[in-house]
Nanobody
Framework: VQLVESGGGLVQPGGSLRLSCATSGFDFSRYDMNWYRQAPGKERELVATSATGGRSPNYADSVKGRFAISRDNTKNMVYLQMNSLKPEDTAVYYC???????????WGQGTQVTVSS
């Protein structure tokens, strides 16, 4: 299982970024995909989930209405569109999948998002 995030960077408050996660090594379309984030000194938190089977995505309350998760099952990719970014969105963002062949989490290396003027 491989997860590779990209798209992070420095953006001003109110700006937008689109994160991408390229995946390989598993049957992507069968698994829920998650974006987590971890800010300095804080625990890693679940930001958004793209569920399988036509179920609606789920979002943390702190990002509802600003972030949108999507996936392309033909490309084995998952995305996180982040709009109206705030300084408190600053964190390392991680792509995640759970339970591929084993009962455990798989993580990418993370991509840094910094929201600052």
């Amino acid at each position: 299982v491989q997860l590779v995030e990209s798209g992070g960077g420095l953006v001003q408050p109110g700006g937008s970024l689109r994160l991408s996660c390229a995946t390989s090594g598993f049957d992507f379309s069968r698994y829920d995909m998650n974006w987590y984030r971890q800010a300095p000194g804080k625990e890693r938190e679940l930001v958004a989930t793209s569920a399988t089977g036509g179920r609606s995505p789920n979002y943390a309350d702190s990002v509802k209405g600003r972030f949108a998760i999507s996936r392309d099952n033909t490309k084995n990719m998952v995305y996180l569109q982040m709009n109206s970014l705030k300084p408190e969105d600053t964190a390392v963002y991680y792509c995640n999948v759970w339970g591929v062949r084993e009962s455990r989490d798989y993580w990418g290396q993370g991509t840094q998002v910094t929201v600052s003027s």
